[in-house]
């Protein structure tokens, strides 16, 4: 069953709130419940998901500033000028830009069409 965006979010919230509230000394599971106002068996079953879970779980992916985005235009245009990131027919090689870049195709079509 596929879980929505949004029970995905509220679910690593509660295990971040879960991990803070055992490092500040609350370890029982019934007084875990009873501050995160959730059942036992939830609380059970985060603490189980808390074993598995590494330091990266525990963070939110940020979107990137405006700056990122220019610099990455920016390389992408000086990409265009260079004869390495085009085929022997002189059509451009966008599989090995993005994967240079790290980025998606339509970031770099959009620089390509102007946007």
């Known amino acids: 069953m596929k ?3 949004h029970r995905r979010r509220k ?3 509660r295990r971040i709130v879960i991990r803070d ?3 500040q000394g609350i370890e029982e599971p019934k007084e875990l419940a009873k501050e995160l106002k959730v059942t036992l068996p939830t609380i059970k079953r985060d603490l189980e ?3 598995t879970m590494s330091d990266e779980d525990f963070t939110f992916q940020t979107k990137q500033t405006s700056q990122e985005i220019l610099d990455k235009k920016d ?3 000086k990409m265009l000028d260079d004869e390495n990131y085009y085929t022997i027919n002189g059509d ?3 599989s090995k830009i993005s994967k240079e870049l790290n980025t998606s195709r339509v970031t770099i079509m959009s620089v ?3 946007e």
């Open 75 to 77: 390389m992408i245009l």
């Open 112 to 114: 390509l069409n102007g």
């Open 11 to 13: 679910i690593k919230i």
């Open 21 to 23: 509230l055992i490092l």
């Open 92 to 94: 451009l090689n966008i």
């Open 49 to 51: 998901a808390l074993k």
């Open 3 to 5: 879980i929505s965006y």
